[in-house]
């Protein structure tokens, strides 16, 4: 069982940057892949970021390359993902997600409750 706690949202103007945090309980963090999803009001969860479990692979959605870095602290049980550039169309609760690597919502087993991103105009 693995579970997940994100922090570091908030709001943001346009150009700005953030950087999401998703702490890990459980010794097993370094089994997982790691992966955050973002979802805005009426549209559906999309896959943003993953890190392999030895952190030598990661992955990127098209609409946050070259902007965002996805990063894992081994010792910290943590993931980070670093939001630069930011446009308000990044608005969304953003979701960390440990499971296998890929980039549908299926491949990942455990979730976390969200933190709310707001990028102002």
């Known amino acids: 069982q693995v579970q997940l706690v994100e922090s570091g949202g908030g709001l943001v103007q346009a150009g700005g940057s953030l950087r999401l945090s998703c702490a890990a309980s459980g010794r097993t963090f370094g089994s997982y892949a790691m992966g955050w999803f973002r979802q805005a009001p009426g549209k559906e969860r999309e896959f943003v970021a993953a890190?392999?479990?030895?952190?030598?692979?990661?992955v990127y959605g098209d609409s946050v390359k070259g902007r965002f870095t996805i990063s894992r602290e081994y010792g910290k049980n943590t993931v980070y993902l670093q939001m630069n550039s930011l446009k308000p169309e990044d608005t969304a609760v953003y979701f960390c997600?440990?499971?296998?690597?890929?980039?549908?919502?299926?491949?990942?087993?455990?979730w976390g409750q969200g933190t709310q991103v707001t990028v102002s105009s």
């Open positions: 890190i392999s479990w030895s952190g030598g692979n990661t």
């Open positions: 997600a440990a499971g296998s690597l890929g980039v549908l919502y299926s491949d990942y087993a455990y």
